[in-house]
């Protein structure tokens, strides 16, 4: 027998508003927003995720397919293509990585729609066997540019960085670089640093994004384009997050918790990395609630994410017992 659970509303949390500038365009009827980047090229939001596209005197690429803008992103492509006057057909689909809410919709595209992603895409979508996510046929290694309709778009892998395969997308000629699940323009991120597997990848990408020319960021999720700021804002805002948890970690003292937990010790553990945790997120969550939208709400999360890749991948605060 099943249950139902009941959530009292008015003893959930409050947060901070977000600030006004972390909003993106309103949705239309069909609860898209579509909109010209540069030239043409435009993207796509529902107000949680991102997509876009290039018209091309080839065809159409699309640039990611999140299912939850789902049919939307071929409804976005026939409403910029019948206002313009150009094929609506879509000829190339490009993966940023294998993840299923950035490309879970793309099987709605015919199959013979030629695929590109980094050679691991290919491998990890091959392993997840998700029919709504077929596996690119073409591949590359650590750089690819295509020359599509006479467009061009550079692609470039610079090591794991959220997930092993997340690629870097480069559009020289529209001033636009779309790099997934790194920076949300105007927010934070979410769990554990965008669910992230590689934290020092994940912490380098923006400077690697940054080395590239370009005006408008494609970040893949909320409302709004990004922009060289918000890239340089997130920036900070990691390296905050980095800094504190050093000096959480050179000052807590464990001492405490492993006195009351005796032989529990992933009791004791647990009461020593909160209280890390919380120690290095709390001048990181004042400095920038209202800068970024939910620092209240998610700083701690990615902070013990930073805070044990700083311990486990680098390092810090390991000592040798003597």
Sequence with gaps: MSTQSTVDIEALPD??????SALGPALNEQGYYVGRVERNLYWITD?????????????????????TIGNNIQRAIDEIAS?????????????????????????????????IGHEDTRRLLLRDNDPARPPNEETFGDRRTLEIGGERIDLAWYGPNHSPDNIIIHLPDHD????????????????????????PGYI?????????????????????????EDVTIHQ??????????????????????????????WAALKG???EVTRVAAAPVIQK??????????????????????????????????P
């Design 15 to 20: 947060y901070a508003p977000v600030p006004r």
């Design 176 to 199: 636009t670089l779309m790099l997934i699940d790194i920076v949300n323009a105007g927010w934070a991120p979410v769990y554990v640093a965008n669910l992230t597997e590689d934290i």
């Design 83 to 115: 206002a313009n006057g150009v094929s609506n057909k879509v000829t190339h689909l490009i993966y940023s990585h294998h993840h299923a809410d950035h490309a879970g919709a793309s099987s709605l595209f015919d199959k013979n729609v030629t695929r």
């Design 288 to 321: 920038y609630t209202g800068v970024l939208a939910a620092a209240d709400v998610y700083t701690e999360s990615t902070t013990f994410w930073v805070m044990e890749s700083i311990r486990l991948d680098l390092g810090y605060g390991s000592q040798v017992h």
């Design 47 to 67: 107000g949680t995720y991102q997509s876009a596209f290039l018209t091309t005197s080839d065809g159409v690429v699309v640039l990611d397919a999140p299912p």
């Design 204 to 228: 380098e990408a923006p400077a690697n994004a940054l080395a590239y020319s370009w005006k408008h960021f494609i970040g893949g999720h909320l409302g709004r384009l990004g922009t060289r």
């Design 236 to 265: 900070q805002y990691m390296a905050d997050i980095a800094e504190n948890s050093r000096k959480a970690v050179d000052t807590v003292d464990p001492t405490p918790y492993f006195v009351k937990y005796g032989e529990n010790s």
């Design 272 to 274: 020593y990395l909160d």
